[in-house]
């Protein structure tokens, strides 16, 4: 059940196609009466076709029918219509959506990890004075791994908030791929693989994101020129080996 809750949903009432929704709001719905358990459909990723809202478990509850009253009151009509939402009021519309959100993202994939790395160095000192040295060997190089491991979630979970799947995140080891995989989990909001719309933060992240992969690839042609020596003077030329080299010789 919680990995249908995850899931963002489609179905039809009445032959018209609505959504997206989550499976709560599905939930919801269903219980309101507006609709029909055999002859509206839903659909989510992974499903081959589209199913019958009475065949999903736990969409629609199993009631036992109540022994009749007699009233003078006419019966109330249990019928309320959806609402339904237009793709554009979707667009930054965070609650909706299963998933990590894009701050959430940015945050433990890119601030947590500098953070982590700048408190290192004295917690590996602290484990060596604490632990002695045979056992941290073992246990520095497992604290190192924390903010890979806690990039491999967030960058999983922020694909699913977009409405991507999970396998995408192997994108980001492709060469030009992982430049779009990244922008869309660095830029795009919740959904957007359903709405196709930035809002305006996004907007002003895709911007800067942009920006610092063009002045990226801009720094390493100028590099690769200053190196080549199609550019700058001969002795910015070796300044510049001279660094490469030391940076790429073994240490002693």
Request: neutral net charge.
């Amino acid at each position: 059940m919680s990995e249908l809750a995850e899931l963002v949903w489609f179905y039809t009432r009445g032959g018209e196609r609505m959504g997206p929704v989550t499976f709560d709001e599905l939930k919801i719905k269903a219980g309101e009466g507006g609709l029909n358990p055999r002859l509206d459909m839903a659909w989510t990723q992974g499903m081959e076709t589209w199913t019958p809202l009475g065949e999903i478990e736990g969409l629609f509850e199993r009631r036992t029918a109540p022994e009749p009253q007699e009233s003078l009151a006419p019966a109330a009509d249990p019928y309320r219509p959806p609402q339904s939402e237009d793709l554009s009021s979707l667009v930054g519309k965070d609650s909706g959506w299963p998933g990590a959100r894009r701050r959430s993202f940015i945050f433990m994939c890119l601030i947590f990890p500098f953070t982590w790395g700048l408190g290192s160095a004295p917690v590996t000192v602290f484990l060596g004075e604490k632990l002695g040295p045979q056992i941290s060997q073992i246990a520095v190089p497992v604290t190192q791994l924390v903010p890979f491991i806690v990039s491999l979630v967030y960058g999983l979970k922020r694909l699913v908030n977009l409405g991507m799947s999970r396998w995408w995140y192997l994108g980001q080891f492709v060469p030009i791929l992982n430049f779009w995989v990244g922008y869309r989990c660095f830029a795009c909001p919740a959904g957007y693989a359903v709405h196709k719309k930035l809002d305006g933060a996004g907007v002003f992240l895709a911007i800067v994101y942009w920006l610092v992969f063009a002045l990226v690839i801009l720094s390493l042609g100028a590099l690769v020129a200053v190196y080549t020596g199609a550019l700058g003077t001969p002795e910015l030329q070796r300044q510049i080996q001279d660094e490469l080299r030391n940076a790429t010789a073994p240490s002693p």
